[in-house]
């Protein structure tokens, strides 16, 4: 319901270009698999892939069908896996192709626990510890594609679009102010620095503005595994 308008204004504005739709479900391995080798087999070349979806503060501990905590799974390993899945694509795209990966300045939250990111199997979990691993995820990933694809020519970014107003990402927290009250002593506690003040509130055209310049500015080359907000690279907590 929500794609198909999408489709339709992507032909109304061009109808040279092909649109299509794979869905995929991010903390499923074999739904990842199944939606990369669809992908695979409609392009030849990937110029930018941009790693969006993904879940915050999720209320209690869950784990996919193989045992990882949802968020981790949801918004890191499933984009980490796409993404090689496609490589060959991207690849072959050649110089300039983009890998960018969405963060969020809610990684303050906490640090990526390489060697515990169960939290304990769920005994020391908390929603904001959880997003907070998954989002300082994604911007180690982006430094090390950067590090890693620097002789082929290719980058890549993390990017914090902003708190963006009509998306459905925080819908299952009960309690938003109070959900808030706590990342800020959840951040303190894992982290022992202030988690900082929340962005003004931005509209879905803002919020996609900065993945928009990392995917498509040609001058920011040579900054690739950068952190960016408000269409600007900025500094990544620790």
């Known amino acids: 319901a929500k794609v198909a308008p999408v489709i339709a204004k992507v032909r109304d504005l061009n109808p040279s270009i092909k649109a299509d739709f794979i869905p995929i479900q991010l903390d499923d391995f074999d739904s990842v698999r ?3 080798a669809q992908v695979n087999s409609l392009v ?3 110029h930018v892939v941009i790693n969006n979806a993904g879940v915050m503060a999720v209320t209690n501990y869950t784990t996919n069908k193989n045992n990882i ?5 949801t918004n890191h390993l499933g984009h980490f896996l796409l993404t090689a899945l496609l490589f060959s694509k991207t690849e072959a795209a050649g110089q300039g192709a983009r890998i960018i990966n969405l963060s969020s300045h809610g990684h303050r939250a906490g640090p990526f626990r390489g060697d515990d990111y169960n939290f304990n199997a769920g005994a020391d979990y908390n929603p904001w510890s959880g997003y907070g691993q998954a989002k300082t995820a994604n ?6 594609l950067a590090t890693r694809l620097a002789n082929r020519g290719i980058q890549s970014f993390a990017v914090h679009p902003g708190t963006i107003h009509g998306t459905t990402i925080g819908t299952h927290i009960p309690d938003l102010a109070e959900s808030f009250a706590d990342l800020y002593a ?3 506690r894992n982290t022992g ?7 003004p509130p931005k509209s879905k055209q803002q919020g996609a503005a900065t993945t928009l310049v990392t995917a498509l ?3 920011i080359a040579d900054r690739t595994g950068t952190y960016w907000k408000d269409c600007h690279e900025t500094e990544a907590a620790g």
């Open 139 to 144: 911007i180690l990933f982006s430094r090390q």
């Open 186 to 188: 959840v951040a303190l």
């Open 193 to 199: 620095e202030e988690f900082g003040e929340m962005d």
């Open 69 to 73: 905590e949802s968020q981790f799974v």
């Open 34 to 36: 199944k939606a990369a």
């Open 217 to 219: 500015d040609p001058s």
């Open 44 to 46: 030849t070349k990937l």
